[in-house]
């Protein structure tokens, strides 16, 4: 499976494809809450597809106390607005036996190395935030802000790169996100 990181992903997943939203400007609450009414909707749909339109890229299975866990990592190719990139999109999904899903969402949206720090930091952290607006009807503790963000050049070759993104945590569904956007506030920044 390591090896699939020095293959081509021309080679990756041949015969899949589905729609996956591209960027979009975001400059008011309503847009803001808009657009995550439909990452939600897409998240959904993506979860909900076939694995018939999905390449399995590694299935890995660890047996501990007598109880198995699966992780399943699947890929498939994008069309619409995003296709010319080559870019495939990935779902993984992993049967954890025993886990509370409460405390499990806590641990994803929890700062540190192993939470999500730059995509879930809770808004009164606000370094790096341009703007901050209330997910409608999402309840306390939910969010969607707009924040800059860097990708300081992590794997060996890539170059530094700034872009904005819509963050959203809703906790009552115990759903999050991390969208790519383009704001006026950081023009050029995508």
């Given at each position: 499976?390591?090896?699939?990181?020095?293959?081509?992903?021309?080679?990756?997943?041949?015969?899949?494809?589905?729609?996956?939203?591209?960027?979009?400007?975001?400059?008011?609450?309503?847009?803001?809450?808009?657009?995550?009414?439909?990452?939600?909707?897409?998240?959904?749909?993506?979860?909900?597809?076939?694995?018939?339109?999905?390449?399995?890229?590694?299935?890995?299975?660890?047996?501990r106390e007598g109880k198995q866990s699966d992780?399943?990592?699947?890929?498939?190719?994008?069309?619409?607005?995003?296709?010319?990139?080559g870019i495939l999109l990935t779902r993984a999904?992993?049967?954890?036996?025993?886990?509370?899903?409460?405390?499990?969402?806590?641990?994803?949206?929890?700062?540190?190395?192993?939470?999500?720090?730059?995509?879930?930091?809770?808004?009164?952290?606000?370094?790096?935030?341009?703007?901050?607006?209330?997910?409608?009807?999402?309840?306390?503790?939910?969010?969607?802000?707009?924040?800059?963000?860097?990708?300081?050049?992590?794997?060996?070759?890539?170059?530094?790169?700034?872009?904005?993104?819509l963050n959203g945590r809703h906790l009552k569904?115990?759903?999050?996100?991390?969208?790519?956007?383009?704001?006026?506030?950081?023009?050029?920044?995508?």
């Amino acid at each position: 499976t390591i090896v699939r990181m020095f293959v081509s992903p021309k080679s990756w997943a041949q015969r899949t494809t589905g729609n996956l939203m591209g960027e979009r400007r975001i400059s008011t609450v309503a847009e803001a809450n808009k657009l995550a009414k439909d990452v939600r909707a897409e998240a959904t749909s993506i979860w909900s597809e076939s694995k018939s339109n999905w390449a399995t890229m590694d299935h890995y299975q660890e047996g501990r106390e007598g109880k198995q866990s699966d992780l399943i990592v699947e890929a498939r190719r994008v069309s619409g607005s995003l296709s010319s990139s080559g870019i495939l999109l990935t779902r993984a999904e992993r049967t954890i036996i025993g886990a509370d899903p409460d405390e499990l969402f806590q641990f994803f949206i929890s700062e540190g190395k192993e939470g999500m720090p730059h995509i879930l930091r809770d808004t009164t952290d606000a370094t790096n935030y341009i703007e901050q607006y209330d997910w409608k009807g999402a309840g306390k503790g939910s969010f969607l802000n707009v924040q800059e963000h860097f990708n300081n050049g992590i794997i060996p070759g890539m170059k530094e790169r700034h872009f904005v993104v819509l963050n959203g945590r809703h906790l009552k569904e115990r759903f999050f996100f991390s969208k790519s956007i383009v704001h006026d506030a950081r023009p050029g920044f995508s």
